[in-house]
Structure formats: structure tokens, C-alpha cells
């Protein structure tokens, strides 16, 4: 069961002061996209990315294929 709004987490590994984001990927099965918003600003806006995508950023980044920013 999938619910239509979206259920945010930040990584367990956010310790930084706040200076997060925030997911919410309950919406890959049902939507197909994986949803984004700044921890800070909650009722900000949220980027919403095709599931695929969002995957493929997270591969290339765990190998180290973006380079430095």
C-alpha cells in the first residue's frame, strides 16, 4: 500500500548542524519519482525526479563518478 503524500526522511548520517535534505521516495512505486526538499525549509519547494534518475545520481555518487564540485 502506497499513500499519495509524501512520507520525507533525512539520512541517518545527517548530523551536520541542519544542513540537509529531505526524501521521500514512498511515491517510486505508485509515481515513479523520488521527491526532494531542503530539511530547513519544509514548506519550501520540492524537486520531484523520475525514480531512475534519482538512482543513477546515487550510483554515480557512491563510485565517485561526478567529481569534485
Same mark, same amino acid.
Given at each position: 500500500?502506497?499513500?499519495?503524500?509524501?512520507?520525507?526522511?533525512? *539520512?541517518?548520517?545527517?548530523?551536520?548542524?541542519?544542513?540537509?535534505?529531505? !526524501?521521500? $521516495?514512498?511515491? +517510486?512505486?505508485?509515481?515513479?519519482? &523520488? *521527491?526532494?526538499?531542503?530539511?530547513?525549509?519544509?514548506?519550501?519547494?520540492? !524537486?520531484? $525526479?523520475?525514480? +531512475?534518475?534519482?538512482?543513477?545520481? &546515487?550510483?554515480?555518487?557512491?563510485?565517485?563518478?561526478?567529481?569534485?564540485?
Amino acid at each position: 500500500m502506497t499513500t499519495e503524500h509524501p512520507q520525507w526522511f533525512k *539520512s541517518s548520517y545527517s548530523n551536520n548542524g541542519g544542513n540537509c535534505v529531505e !526524501l521521500a $521516495v514512498n511515491l +517510486a512505486p505508485a509515481r515513479g519519482i &523520488v *521527491s526532494v526538499r531542503d530539511s530547513k525549509m519544509t514548506s519550501g519547494p520540492v !524537486l520531484s $525526479v523520475p525514480a +531512475a534518475v534519482f538512482t543513477t545520481f &546515487v550510483a554515480s555518487v557512491k563510485d565517485d563518478r561526478l567529481g569534485a564540485v
